[in-house]
């Protein structure tokens, strides 16, 4: 697919993903204000869930209009940033 076919797509071939995203720098419920406007304010983003006190979002995106990059690039725009997960021990 390329990008002259996403202009035509239709509602059933939009492919909605759910990621948790580790964030860093959350510190307080402002702070979860602010990552939930940065991550909802990229085109394609369904939902956001902000849990501060693990230090993650889920956020749910429709695949054929953003990407983790880009969702990436809102939190560092917004001051924080996306952090790897720890592996379980």
């Given at each position: 697919m390329d990008?002259?076919?996403?202009d035509t797509l239709s509602p059933e071939d939009v492919i909605w993903e759910t990621k948790?995203?580790?964030i860093e720098g959350m510190t307080c419920d402002n702070c979860v204000k602010h990552v939930t406007r940065a991550l909802r304010g990229v085109n394609?983003?369904?939902s956001v869930e902000v849990d501060r006190e693990n230090a993650r979002a889920a956020?749910?995106?429709d695949t054929t209009k953003t990407d983790i990059p880009a969702l990436d690039d809102a939190l560092k725009k917004s001051g924080y940033r996306a952090r790897p997960f720890a592996d379980p021990a």
């Open positions: 990008k002259y076919n996403l948790a995203i580790a394609g983003v369904k956020v749910t995106y």
